[in-house]
């Protein structure tokens, strides 16, 4: 049957399906018909600029956004290595950003740059009805007054209900408080930055309205005390680093809160033992207690939520220990899980919790979380772990749906792990070391939603070569691909041994040997545009020898779209004084070499890395 069958009404059902920058590329241009439903007055349009050309980017900045402006209701943007420069690309070629006036979301990713984030903040004044503001994965060094002026920026946007700040500002920076209140701000979530007590009680006082909050905070919250009731939190999600002594605190605050999530970042034991010693002068032999399991115990827990937390209706909670100290026994567990079996976690509120841990002194791992377990990440690092829970039947909750993240690295497994008992069935990231003696049971192989593989390995072998395959078989929406190996020989071998045909983006830039750099020559470059891997990947990470070695694969790769380089032979990264771009040799020859149209940059993060968006 021909699509141009179909009534305008199904075709427009169909089209709501799928991606707006997908249908353009597809079917703008192809008739009248088609080009009169794209632009009907009653469609309304989201835009996606991650992981396209630059000449589908070109075309729709250029042809299309001045024709739809009003019915546009969400962008993305990005600058990863995908989409380098796309964001100011965007900012300098086409139509203001105030002239979507029914733009409802933005969002902004891998921005490097204060400037760019300025030019940004200074459109969004004139978009007048903006409610939801992204920034993800952003990375730049400024001081406490520019990134307070960004905050500033941000809170006065007169309509925006919704924000996510993940900007890292840099290590030596404390996070500054806005200096304006937000009428408006109800949902924010703030990452890559620990935020601090005082701030905090800032942060709240300028979003009186704040109804969710997610956010990281830090051991700087140990012995503060809050003044501030933060009375209109309905959810807060807390990630914390050594922060568990200030948590009973901060939820002392919040006499509203109905949705809690808490998931500590490794509290490590003997950091506790440290601050006990120099802020309190206390010995922490003198309680033994406290060097295991310290601030999870569910007896203290229960006290803080009936104190505290009357109107709390979900509770989700993951903490993890490293006790370098201690060495788990299982009389601990059996006392901790204890205090999570009272009338109060079994009966009234239903809520049960499990205990991971090894009893193992060179890896002295535990970790605690409430089920069902509803955490995105999930790390297998040990063959022997064990399990006990607080459930009624031992056998429930063993399917991990919510885990979106699996890092696998432990070899082979002891036949009495519990990790044989879980299932992951939603998988979108998958890191592992091969070769693994128990990578290919039933709980791993579940792979229908994986995106993203990320493999290590040493060695080049039969057996590593054939789980790699079995992977790209099970893998039917594998998108990106990341191998990390011991040489250049056995990552030649991978990539020639097998194959995946859906496989777009490629990473081979690290090595499992830190002392050495290996870089790709001009015959294994040649080599690689030959394979399949070669043939088919729109964006390649790799390093290689010298800048002719780039242009080669550039137009020996048909489909390549952006690549992410480091060039052996870089005067830039041999040069002790940092030449400027206009006399950058590297970029001058490439740019020279290559379409008028290519991007070519440096990373602004690490300038050792050229970027090229081409095509």
Same mark, same amino acid.
């Not at 943007?77 to 933005?106: G, K, Q």
């Not at 700087?220 to 948590?247: P, T, V």
């Not at 601990?332 to 049960?352: A, K, M, Y």
């Given at each position: 049957m021909s699509l141009e069958l179909l009534s305008n009404e199904l075709l427009l059902y169909v089209f709501a399906f799928l991606d707006d920058v997908h249908l353009f590329r597809a079917f703008y241009g192809l008739n009248y018909r088609f080009n009169s439903l794209f632009f009907s007055s009653s469609r309304q349009y989201h835009l996606d600029f991650r992981s396209i050309s630059k000449n589908t980017a070109s075309n729709i900045f250029t042809q299309y956004l001045s024709v739809i402006p009003d019915r546009i209701i969400s962008i993305h943007f990005s600058n990863d290595d995908e989409t380098p420069d796309a964001i100011e690309y965007f900012l300098h070629r086409t139509i203001p950003l105030s002239v979507f006036s029914n733009l409802r979301s933005l969002s902004f990713h891998h921005i490097l740059s204060y400037k *760019? @984030?300025?030019? /940004?903040?200074?459109?969004?004044?004139?978009?007048?009805? &903006?409610?939801?503001?992204?920034?993800?994965?952003?990375?730049?060094?400024?001081?406490?007054?520019?990134?307070?002026?960004?905050?500033?920026?941000?809170?006065?946007?007169?309509?925006?209900?919704?924000?996510?700040?993940?900007?890292?500002?840099?290590?030596?920076?404390?996070?500054?408080?806005?200096?304006?209140?937000?009428?408006?701000?109800?949902?924010? *979530? @703030?990452?890559? /930055?620990?935020?601090?007590?005082?701030?905090?009680?800032? &942060?709240i006082k300028k979003t009186p309205d704040l109804e969710y909050l997610s956010i990281?905070?830090?051991?700087?919250?140990?012995?503060?005390?809050?003044?501030?009731?933060?009375?209109?939190?309905?959810?807060?999600k807390l990630y914390a680093r050594d922060a568990s002594f200030g948590m009973g605190t901060l939820l002392k605050c919040t006499p509203n809160l109905r949705h809690l999530v808490i998931e500590s970042k490794d509290t490590y034991i003997g950091n506790i033992n440290n601050w006990l010693w120099n802020r309190l002068n206390v010995d922490p032999g003198q309680y033994t207690r406290l060097t295991f399991p310290f601030s999870i115990n569910g007896c203290q827990w229960e006290k803080i939520i009936i104190s505290h937390l009357p109107k709390l209706k979900t509770f989700q909670l993951k903490i993890k220990h490293q006790c370098w100290t201690h060495s788990i026994k299982d009389n601990e567990v059996d006392t901790l899980l204890q205090s999570f079996n009272t009338p109060f976690w079994i009966t009234e509120r239903q809520w049960f919790v499990r205990c991971e841990w090894v009893m193992d002194q060179f890896s002295p791992y535990f970790c605690l979380y409430t089920l069902p377990y509803s955490f995105e990440r999930y790390d297998i690092l040990h063959p022997e772990i064990r399990s006990k829970s607080t459930c009624p039947n031992e056998t429930d909750y063993w399917s991990y749906?919510?885990?979106?993240?699996?890092?696998y690295y432990c070899g082979s497994l002891n036949p009495c792990s519990m990790i044989d008992r879980i299932q992951f069935r939603n998988i979108c990231y998958l890191s592992l070391e091969l070769p693994t003696h128990n990578m290919l049971n039933s709980a791993l192989l579940t792979l229908d939603h994986l995106q993203t593989l990320n493999v290590f390995t040493r060695d080049n072998n039969v057996e590593i070569r054939k789980q790699l395959q079995i992977l790209f078989d099970c893998a039917p929406c594998l998108n990106a691909l990341k191998i990390t190996c011991g040489n250049l020989d056995a990552l030649e071998s991978l990539l020639l041994s097998t194959f995946s045909l859906?496989?777009?983006?490629?990473?081979?830039?690290?090595y499992i040997d830190n002392e050495h750099e290996y870089y790709f020559n001009s015959q294994q470059c040649a080599t690689l545009c030959k394979s399949s891997f070669g043939k088919q990947c729109t964006m390649l990470r790799i390093n290689v020898e010298d800048p002719m070695d780039v242009v080669d694969l550039v137009y020996s790769m048909p489909n390549l779209c952006a690549l992410n380089v480091q060039i052996a032979n870089d005067t830039y990264r041999i040069s002790e004084t940092k030449p400027s771009v206009e006399e950058d040799e590297v970029l001058i020859f490439l740019r020279e070499f290559l379409d008028l149209t290519s991007a070519v940059t440096r990373n602004e993060r690490d300038s050792n890395e050229i970027q090229l968006w081409i095509r």
């Amino acid at each position: 049957m021909s699509l141009e069958l179909l009534s305008n009404e199904l075709l427009l059902y169909v089209f709501a399906f799928l991606d707006d920058v997908h249908l353009f590329r597809a079917f703008y241009g192809l008739n009248y018909r088609f080009n009169s439903l794209f632009f009907s007055s009653s469609r309304q349009y989201h835009l996606d600029f991650r992981s396209i050309s630059k000449n589908t980017a070109s075309n729709i900045f250029t042809q299309y956004l001045s024709v739809i402006p009003d019915r546009i209701i969400s962008i993305h943007f990005s600058n990863d290595d995908e989409t380098p420069d796309a964001i100011e690309y965007f900012l300098h070629r086409t139509i203001p950003l105030s002239v979507f006036s029914n733009l409802r979301s933005l969002s902004f990713h891998h921005i490097l740059s204060y400037k *760019t @984030i300025e030019e /940004v903040l200074e459109e969004l004044r004139l978009v007048p009805n &903006l409610t939801c503001l992204r920034f993800k994965k952003c990375y730049m060094t400024i001081s406490e007054k520019q990134q307070q002026e960004i905050l500033d920026s941000i809170w006065q946007l007169p309509k925006i209900i919704r924000c996510h700040i993940g900007i890292s500002f840099s290590t030596k920076t404390s996070f500054k408080e806005p200096t304006v209140t937000s009428s408006s701000l109800k949902h924010l *979530t @703030i990452r890559s /930055v620990n935020v601090h007590c005082a701030a905090l009680a800032e &942060l709240i006082k300028k979003t009186p309205d704040l109804e969710y909050l997610s956010i990281e905070i830090n051991e700087h919250f140990i012995g503060h005390n809050l003044q501030y009731q933060f009375e209109s939190l309905i959810s807060l999600k807390l990630y914390a680093r050594d922060a568990s002594f200030g948590m009973g605190t901060l939820l002392k605050c919040t006499p509203n809160l109905r949705h809690l999530v808490i998931e500590s970042k490794d509290t490590y034991i003997g950091n506790i033992n440290n601050w006990l010693w120099n802020r309190l002068n206390v010995d922490p032999g003198q309680y033994t207690r406290l060097t295991f399991p310290f601030s999870i115990n569910g007896c203290q827990w229960e006290k803080i939520i009936i104190s505290h937390l009357p109107k709390l209706k979900t509770f989700q909670l993951k903490i993890k220990h490293q006790c370098w100290t201690h060495s788990i026994k299982d009389n601990e567990v059996d006392t901790l899980l204890q205090s999570f079996n009272t009338p109060f976690w079994i009966t009234e509120r239903q809520w049960f919790v499990r205990c991971e841990w090894v009893m193992d002194q060179f890896s002295p791992y535990f970790c605690l979380y409430t089920l069902p377990y509803s955490f995105e990440r999930y790390d297998i690092l040990h063959p022997e772990i064990r399990s006990k829970s607080t459930c009624p039947n031992e056998t429930d909750y063993w399917s991990y749906n919510n885990v979106r993240q699996l890092q696998y690295y432990c070899g082979s497994l002891n036949p009495c792990s519990m990790i044989d008992r879980i299932q992951f069935r939603n998988i979108c990231y998958l890191s592992l070391e091969l070769p693994t003696h128990n990578m290919l049971n039933s709980a791993l192989l579940t792979l229908d939603h994986l995106q993203t593989l990320n493999v290590f390995t040493r060695d080049n072998n039969v057996e590593i070569r054939k789980q790699l395959q079995i992977l790209f078989d099970c893998a039917p929406c594998l998108n990106a691909l990341k191998i990390t190996c011991g040489n250049l020989d056995a990552l030649e071998s991978l990539l020639l041994s097998t194959f995946s045909l859906s496989i777009r983006r490629l990473d081979v830039q690290e090595y499992i040997d830190n002392e050495h750099e290996y870089y790709f020559n001009s015959q294994q470059c040649a080599t690689l545009c030959k394979s399949s891997f070669g043939k088919q990947c729109t964006m390649l990470r790799i390093n290689v020898e010298d800048p002719m070695d780039v242009v080669d694969l550039v137009y020996s790769m048909p489909n390549l779209c952006a690549l992410n380089v480091q060039i052996a032979n870089d005067t830039y990264r041999i040069s002790e004084t940092k030449p400027s771009v206009e006399e950058d040799e590297v970029l001058i020859f490439l740019r020279e070499f290559l379409d008028l149209t290519s991007a070519v940059t440096r990373n602004e993060r690490d300038s050792n890395e050229i970027q090229l968006w081409i095509r």
